[in-house]
Every structure is written in structure tokens, then in C-alpha cells.
């Protein structure tokens, strides 16, 4: 079984660095799922794997704060990003 606590602190963080970068729409997104995910698994870990897929996606995601690439931010989020994924879709 998938730890939705972890899962669910992962989306929290990645959340939280979305709206540092003004990526308010992703952010609100990922919280609505982080919200759903306890009511609905399956279906939910459907929709989070959806983000990963095509042009505009959750990977293309790069933070800037005034016109500057936050680099640490940007570098945690990739982490993020990838044991998320690893955690809903992977193994």
C-alpha cells in the first residue's frame, strides 16, 4: 500500500514552492488532489500521474522569483517531483 501521509507531505511542499513562484493555478491543483486523495485513491493517483504527461506539464515547471531562476527551490521541487511520481505511479 502507498503511504498517502507521504504522499500527501510531498504534495504540501511542492504546494508551498508553487505559490512562491506565483504558480498559483499548479498549486491550487495540487492541493485539490492532495484533499481528494484519502477519499478517493486510486482515481486520484490516476490524476497526479496525468500531470506528468505532455507540453505544460508539472515537469516543465520552472520557478523564478523577479525574473531570476530560484535555483534551491527549483532544485528541491525536481526531487519532489520525482519521488512523488516514484510514490503514485512507480513500484
Same mark, same amino acid.
Not at 68 to 85: C, G, T
Given at each position: 500500500?502507498?503511504?498517502?501521509?507521504?504522499?500527501?507531505?510531498?504534495?504540501?511542499?511542492? $504546494?508551498?514552492?508553487?505559490? /512562491? *513562484?506565483? %504558480?498559483?493555478?499548479? #498549486?491550487?491543483?495540487?492541493?485539490?488532489?492532495?484533499?481528494?486523495l484519502?477519499?478517493?485513491t486510486? &482515481?486520484?493517483? $490516476?490524476?497526479?500521474? #496525468?500531470?506528468?504527461?505532455g507540453?505544460? *506539464?508539472?515537469?516543465?515547471? /520552472?520557478? &523564478?522569483?523577479?525574473?531570476?531562476?530560484?535555483? #534551491? %527551490?527549483?532544485?528541491?521541487?525536481?526531487?519532489?517531483? *520525482?519521488?512523488?511520481?516514484?510514490?503514485?505511479?512507480?513500484?
Open positions: 500500500m502507498k503511504n498517502l501521509t507521504k504522499i500527501m507531505e510531498i504534495m504540501n511542499r511542492i $504546494s508551498e514552492l508553487l505559490r /512562491v *513562484s506565483d %504558480e498559483d493555478e499548479w #498549486a491550487l491543483r495540487i492541493d485539490e488532489y492532495r484533499i481528494e484519502p477519499k478517493d486510486t &482515481y486520484v493517483l $490516476s490524476k497526479i500521474a #496525468a500531470l506528468y504527461g507540453m505544460g *506539464s508539472l515537469n516543465d515547471i /520552472v520557478l &523564478y522569483r523577479n525574473g531570476q531562476p530560484m535555483i #534551491a %527551490e527549483n532544485n528541491e521541487l525536481h526531487k519532489l517531483r *520525482s519521488e512523488l511520481h516514484e510514490r503514485c505511479v512507480g513500484a
